[in-house]
């Protein structure tokens, strides 16, 4: 298959975040990944939809490095990452959440974020114990008022709502400067109420950060994103703005249904 003309384009430019060229993955003889080509500018907000087993996480998983790809290439921000490790795309400022949460349940939401400051700083792997001016423990605290949990930093995370739990992992996502974060299902679970933070967070976020949404809940996915793309059996099959996925009659028919008709 040949790239289209606008991936062309997008090489060597330096305008990019996250650039996909020919990506593929195979388990055994099954395809989750075909031919993938995508490129989302560096502080775009990109939602990718699809039903499940479109392969929406495994080409996250792509990504990040969790799944090596069978063919392709991967660039982020104009550096060919294919195959470096996971730690090392999180360096180069990459950042993920996940589908099921990855938390510290016994610790405060502080302490949840002081970890997570940490573990992307330099002296990450200092044994030396914090003291009150530590600026990991002081991006903590920004960080926590960023997601709204300012009035509970020092709750444990397990009685928080999951509400609050996943707007926790965005803090944490946030910790060390990321360049671009990957959101997969953010939404999910979430009440009416908890949504509607989720996307003032979501949209709160600094410009120059950019970050690619997975999201079954449409009417979150397009309100905090400025381009969608449509994946059906591992391949992605229609790109375009919120409002013309939106009134697209194919996608209607696949993916939005009668509510959105």
Do not use: W
Not at 75 to 87: C, H, I, M, N, Y
Not at 112 to 137: E, I, M, Q, T, Y
Not at 174 to 202: K, M, N, Q
Not at 205 to 226: F, K, N, Q, S, W
């Amino acid at each position: 298959m040949e790239r289209s003309d606008a991936l062309s384009r997008l090489q060597s430019s330096g305008q990019y975040a996250l650039e996909l060229e020919a990506v593929s993955r195979h388990f055994g003889s099954l395809v989750a990944l075909a031919d993938i080509n995508l490129a989302v500018r560096a502080g775009e907000r990109r939602a990718i939809l699809g039903s499940n087993g479109a392969g929406k996480t495994t080409l996250f998983n792509a990504v990040t490095g969790d799944f090596p790809v069978t063919t392709g290439r991967i660039r982020f921000f104009g550096e060919d990452v294919t195959s470096l490790p996971a730690q090392e795309r999180i360096r180069r400022g990459l950042r993920r959440t996940y589908q099921i949460s990855l938390l510290f349940e016994t610790m405060s939401v502080r302490d949840n974020l002081f970890v997570a400051c940490r573990g992307v700083a330099p002296n990450r792997a200092s044994l030396k114990r914090s003291g009150p001016s530590d600026p990991a423990g002081e991006s903590a605290q920004i960080l926590a008022e960023a997601v709204h949990l300012a009035e509970v930093l020092d709750a444990p995370v397990g009685t928080l709502s999951y509400g609050q739990q996943r707007q926790l992992e965005i803090g944490m996502a946030l910790a060390g400067a990321p360049r671009f974060i990957l959101f997969d299902e953010p939404a999910a679970g979430l009440s009416p109420t908890e949504r509607s933070e989720l996307v003032e967070i979501l949209t709160a976020l600094p410009p120059h950060i950019g970050y690619v949404i997975i999201e079954h809940d449409m009417d979150v996915a397009l309100r905090v994103t400025e381009r969608v793309s449509m994946m059906h059996n591992g391949r992605v099959f229609k790109e375009g703005t919120p409002e013309e996925i939106e009134s697209d009659p194919e996608v209607q028919a696949l993916y939005l249904g009668d509510s959105h008709g």
